[in-house]
């Protein structure tokens, strides 16, 4: 079967930037830090056996994911419920702006100064019993 020609022909360098290790150091492939890294060293042997098949870069990707898991590649797939990980952040940014704008809003109709209550807003009984109780203990 032939191949299109629009189609790159894969590497082992350009495919493990698309993947992560998988000995836990969530780092790509061609970034593992640990040294004699076994799970790196299965993983390069199995690409190396699919471009050997002469795979192409989308199905190598997509044995990789059937075999270690869709958590093995470096940015999840657009679409199903992964389409949630690439929309969710710009809806998360785009409610917070506007709960800081709703926020803004409200203070700015805030007045800045609270009035003090007047002397015809308060009971004159209560008035004048703190009147007295100023006058008998020398304070007013």
């Given at each position: 079967m032939a191949r299109g020609d629009s189609a790159r022909k894969p590497t082992l360098e350009a495919l493990g930037n698309e993947v992560q290790c998988t000995c836990g150091c969530v780092a790509p492939l061609n970034q593992c830090p640990h040294l004699d890294?076994?799970?790196k060293a299965e993983m390069q042997a199995f690409?190396?056996?699919e471009i050997a098949d002469g795979k192409d870069e989308t199905a190598i990707l997509q044995d990789l994911s059937?075999?270690?898991?869709?958590?093995?590649?470096?940015a999840p797939p657009?679409?199903?419920?992964?389409l949630a990980v690439w929309i969710l952040p710009g809806i998360g940014?785009?409610?917070?702006?506007?709960f800081v704008v709703v926020i803004v809003r409200r203070w700015?109709?805030?007045p800045a100064?609270?009035?003090?209550?007047?002397?015809?807003?308060?009971?004159?009984?209560?008035?004048?019993?703190?009147?007295?109780?100023?006058?008998?203990?020398?304070?007013?």
């Open positions: 890294c076994a799970e690409i190396k056996k059937l075999r270690y898991g869709v958590q093995v590649l470096t657009a679409h199903g419920f992964n940014l785009l409610a917070g702006l506007g700015k109709r805030q100064t609270v009035p003090a209550p007047t002397s015809a807003s308060l009971d004159p009984k209560v008035l004048s019993a703190v009147e007295e109780e100023m006058k008998s203990t020398g304070l007013g």
